[in-house]
């Protein structure tokens, strides 16, 4: 379907309000249009017909209360069209934006990993606001010009219908202008949105990254880079300005000019061949339509410029709605057991290049399984693939002997927990970042959630405890204060699985003590995952998973793997800063 209908589409949604809204236009545009035939009444009636004899002001009196009544209808319903098709705009605006950012929340997380978050967010917030400018300035404006010069037409057709014929010149040219116009109009806007897309999201990135560029002093880099983005943005915005400013208020001028040129050679030729053409009053009526003509006219063409930003907007938005995503699901399943088992599983974030090769192993209930390895093995990405994250290529997951891929990803999630290695705190309190609003989650299970992992010890110097606000991203707190909270998180929603990734490499000592306490009771009848590169830390695990390359190459538990003298026995050597004999 293409943008137009599209963009229609939504407009229908709406329909009552913007059909009573231009309903209540085309009255208004009726009563002010007959106005001048009023006008024309009383000069060619009681003022140049009376030449001679006593002007009777009654009917005269009468007729300019009519014309001042008409006026009166004018105003009124104006404004009352005004009020509704901005409140239909409105309406659909918030409509479009609801459907975009619900939207987003069904995209699979592998859409995000090539499109930066400053470019999303500018689909939600400044392309719909570009669309919000079709609603509320361009559809009103396009309704009056065409409702006017419908009605301009069909009055001069009336007054003279040769004075109409001559009028409809300026059509053709109209329509030609607005084709040459969108030409190059979406041509420039596409550039201008995209630019103005790509500064949104530089900006995001710098803002996130603020620490390590002045760290490694890039301040003057990315000034550098972003002049460029912001220079290109600025030379297209004033093609775009060079294109308005050479034909909009020239073009209507323009035409009005040959228009006023064609009629006075009508009349003119007329009067000198002792014809007499129209009356007075048809000639003021003539004078004032012709004069009420250019306003819409020029309506039209200065709208056309935000009517394009509102078109290449509405590709934009509409091409995020066309990414295909998954409906949120309700669903709820029991609590699982906590028996995982990944068979023959393969795995490629791009198609054909495997991070994971024939992985196979179970994890039993309560167990509780390590994965280690170098950089780039493939640990995270089992673990992205047990809470799909991302499906597997090939092969199978399974919960409790039911695959994974049978069931909605949210059903997946319902009884599993996770605390990433870089945990991400959103802007509330500490309470609501545990609870995250959910209403299963009360103050009291939050307050034993932390003290469970030893929270209430670290985060106890805070004023306000689970009530002290948190910025986004938690930036105020310390990072062992952030990883608490976030197990507590984890621990609040009673996981069937929990997922570790990394999750006390970045802590000090002291706090990874209480946690490592805290998970020696919390992981009873719990099936966990640990994800480490501390080696320390997982000394007591089940069984560990030793990944490289992608493939699990050594598995068993920390004393077994010791002994085979293995890939798992020289990355411990390394870390303890123990010699072989040492570590056997």
């Known amino acids: 379907m293409g943008t137009g209908k599209r963009l229609v589409g939504y407009a229908l949604q709406y329909k009552k309000l913007l059909f009573t809204g231009l309903g209540m236009l085309a009255i208004a545009v009726g009563a002010d249009l007959a106005g001048p035939f009023v006008a024309k009444k009383i000069i060619d009636n009681h003022i140049v017909g009376a030449e001679g004899t006593d002007i009777q002001f009654g009917p005269i009196a009468a007729l300019l ?42 995209l699979p997380i592998r ?19 570009a669309i919000r400018e079709l609603y509320v300035t361009v559809l009103s404006q396009f309704a009056t010009s065409a409702m006017y010069i419908t009605g301009i037409y069909v009055a001069l057709f009336l007054l003279d219908p040769t004075m109409g014929a001559i009028a409809l010149f300026i059509v ?40 390590i560029i002045q760290a490694f002093r890039r301040e003057k880099q990315m000034d550098d880079e972003f002049e ?51 009356s007075v009053g048809a000639l003021y009526a003539f004078v004032d339509y012709i004069q009420r003509m250019f306003n819409p006219v020029s309506g039209i063409v200065n709208q056309l410029s935000k009517l394009e930003r509102a078109l290449v907007a509405a590709e934009r938005v509409f091409d995020l709605l066309d ?14 057991r906590g028996n995982v088992r990944f068979e023959n599983v393969w795995f490629a974030y791009k198609e054909e290049e495997y991070v994971l090769k024939d992985i196979n192993f179970e994890a039993k209930q309560g167990e509780t399984i390590a994965l280690v390895g170098h950089t780039g093995s493939g640990k ?18 399974s919960i409790d002997g039911q695959n994974i891929n ?5 059903t997946v999630r319902d009884h599993m927990g996770i605390v990433l290695q870089d945990p991400y705190l959103f802007t509330g309190t500490i309470e609501s970042n545990v609870s995250l609003g959910d209403p299963r989650i009360s103050r009291e299970i939050v307050e034993k959630a932390l003290e469970a992992v030893g929270g209430d010890r670290v985060l106890k110097n805070l004023s306000k405890g689970l009530d002290e606000p948190v910025i986004e991203k938690g930036s105020t707190l310390s990072s062992g204060q952030r990883q608490l909270i976030s197990f507590a998180r984890a621990l609040a929603f009673d996981p069937a699985i929990l997922i570790l990734d990394e999750a006390t490499s970045n802590i000090d000592s002291e706090t990874e003590e209480i946690i490592q306490h805290a998970m020696d009771v919390l992981k009873k009848g719990r099936t966990t995952f640990i994800i480490a590169h501390r080696l320390s830390t997982i000394k007591n695990a089940d069984k560990i998973l030793v990944l490289d390359r992608g493939k699990i190459v050594e598995a068993g538990n920390h004393d077994e793997l010791l002994a085979t003298g293995g890939i798992y026995e020289q990355m411990y050597r390394l870390q303890s800063g123990k010699s072989k004999s040492q570590v056997s």
């Open 228 to 278: 460029q983005l912001n220079g290109k943005h600025y030379n297209y915005q004033n093609k775009l300005l060079k294109l308005d400013a050479y034909t909009s208020g020239n073009l209507v001028g323009v035409l009005r000019s040959i228009t006023f040129v064609l009629f006075i050679a009508y009349f003119g030729g007329s009067f000198l061949s002792g014809i007499e053409v129209v």
């Open 111 to 129: 859409y995000f990993d090539n499109l930066p978050a400053g470019k999303v967010v500018a689909r939600i917030t400044n392309d719909t606001e």
């Open 380 to 397: 995270s990405s089992i673990m992205n693939l047990l809470f799909r994250f991302y499906d597997v290529t090939k092969g199978a997951i």
């Open 65 to 106: 209360a009519i014309f001042f009544g008409l006026a009166i209808v004018t105003a009124i319903f104006r404004y009352t069209e005004y009020l509704l098709l901005q409140k239909a705009s409105n309406r659909i605006i918030q409509k479009m934006r609801n459907d975009v950012y619900g939207h987003i929340q069904t």
């Open 406 to 410: 049978d069931l909605s990803r949210q």
């Open 172 to 211: 053709p040219i109209l329509i030609v202008w607005v084709i040459g116009y969108r030409k190059y109009a979406s041509k420039y806007n596409h550039v201008i949105r995209e630019k103005n897309s790509e500064m949104n999201a530089m900006i995001n990135e710098s803002i996130t990254g603020m620490t």
């Open 323 to 336: 990414q295909p995503g998954e409906p949120v699901s309700d669903d709820k399943v029991a609590r699982y």
